[in-house]
């Protein structure tokens, strides 16, 4: 009878090769606390020093060249605790290992300029486009003879284009629209349609297409378009920075139905008064009702749109307040728990400080950034909590700009998240125009 049996020699090598991975399993796991704590990317302000705990068997080192070539090391070591110290601007580049010989993380450290802005608070009105109906997308449509086209896509008409006239006239209302394309479709004529793009207006003829109505059984005259009225709602304004007239608002995108960005392309934000608050209940946020000043001049015009919200360059400078003054922005690793304000308004145009608590500071960017709770018993009493048109409230503590709100927990109105005021700076190119200025 044969049995099977493993080779002595193998044996022990299977036995080796089994000791050695638990070694490593346990050495991580001990070096976890560690590995998870080790930034991946962290700005600093020269002069700030950041510490960094590694254990007994993890040390940091700087991995390779800088991509600049500041003359002192950014790290100070003392025994098992390494200090980043930020001396000279530059980008330096870390490595954490065992032993000090397998690197299992690595870390991009920036020493960047300080930057301080204008903290905002004031009430805006969010217009996608200054004038005209926007373009959220193209769709294709369903024809009688059983094809599907686009006869705006075809055209050329795109995303994002302001629809400023139709068959000469400005668009107005949507029913409006409809009978105009229903009575050239009947005509099998083109419509003339302008529209603005960028800077630049184009005109382009689309004819319209009997197709199956997406609403009802029957079939009508459609071009293949989604619009949306230009106005997008009431915010807040967070910063804006005096040297490049850079401003942030919101702290969140401006969305499609899609939950995708929308694009923006001759977006505007104008003053708004608010006229009342909608109080929030449990399972239904509450909201600012405002109203556009009538007869302001535009505050600035929107030039990008992103998950940290609506950026731009103001025209004219926003109202005075009385906390109209320059504060530092804080940098991500800088936030903690516990006590801070928000700028908002609840009534007119009167910009007010509110308490609120910081209860998580996450400083990964594919996390919410803060989770704040509002404590001011007056806001609480006006508001029940964080309501619609807040979001872009600036977060202010120890006298820094520290995030803005952006979201309201539905079930609990009174809790909500924020995003972190450096990921808005950068977002801004706020700090590309300070290096540029400095450097000059």
């Not at 952006?406 to 700090?431: D, N, Q």
Request: zero cysteines.
């Amino acid at each position: 009878m044969q049995r099977n049996a493993l080779h002595p020699v193998k044996s022990w090598a299977v036995i080796t090769t089994a000791v050695i991975f638990s070694f490593f399993g346990i050495l991580l796991a001990i070096s976890a606390p560690s590995f998870l704590r080790f930034p991946s990317h962290l700005r600093l302000f020269p002069g700030q020093e950041y510490s960094l705990h590694t254990g007994l068997l993890l040390t940091v080192a700087e991995a390779g060249l800088p991509k600049t070539s500041p003359s002192r090391s950014i790290l100070a070591k003392n025994g098992r605790q390494v200090t980043l110290q930020g001396t000279e601007i530059g980008a330096y580049h870390l490595a954490l290992k065992i032993f000090g010989l397998i690197p299992i993380k690595t870390a991009l450290i920036n020493v960047v300029p300080e930057i301080a802005v204008y903290p905002g608070g004031q009430a805006v009105g969010v217009l996608l486009s200054a004038q005209g109906l926007m373009v959220t997308d193209t769709v294709a449509l369903l024809a009688a003879d059983g094809t599907t086209r686009s006869p705006a896509a075809e055209a050329g008409i795109m995303a994002g284009d302001i629809i400023i006239k139709l068959a000469g006239m400005e668009p107005g209302h949507f029913t409006s629209m409809e009978e105009i394309i229903a009575t050239y479709g009947r005509q099998q004529r083109p419509v003339p349609i302008e529209v603005r793009r960028g800077a630049a207006s184009h005109e382009f003829y689309v004819t319209p297409l009997l197709a199956k109505d997406p609403n009802g059984p029957g079939y009508r005259y459609m071009l293949g378009l989604y619009l949306r009225d230009p106005v997008a709602g009431v915010g807040t304004l967070t910063f804006w920075e005096p040297e490049s007239r850079r401003f942030g608002a919101l702290g969140h995108m401006i969305a499609n139905d899609d939950r995708q960005p929308l694009v923006i392309t001759n977006g505007v934000i104008v003053p708004a008064v608010i006229q009342g608050i909608q109080p929030a209940v449990k399972g239904h946020p509450g909201e600012k009702l405002g109203l556009f000043a009538d007869g302001s001049p535009e505050l600035g015009k929107i030039d990008k749109n992103t998950e940290y919200g609506i950026f731009g360059r103001l025209e004219h400078l926003p109202a005075e307040t009385e906390y109209s003054r320059l504060i530092p922005v804080a940098l991500a690793h800088e936030v903690v728990t516990g006590q801070a304000e928000i700028l908002t308004v609840i009534k007119d145009e009167q910009v007010e400080r509110f308490t609120i608590e910081i209860l998580e500071v996450n400083r990964h960017k594919d996390s919410k950034g803060l989770v704040v709770k509002v404590t001011d018993p007056v806001l609480l009493e006006k508001t029940k909590g964080i309501v619609q048109g807040m979001s872009g409230s600036p977060i202010i503590q120890g006298g820094k700009l520290v995030g803005a709100l952006t979201h309201v927990f539905i079930h609990s109105p009174e809790k909500g998240f924020g995003v972190l005021a450096e990921w808005m700076i950068y977002e801004a190119g706020i700090a590309e125009a300070v290096s540029l200025a400095e450097a000059a």
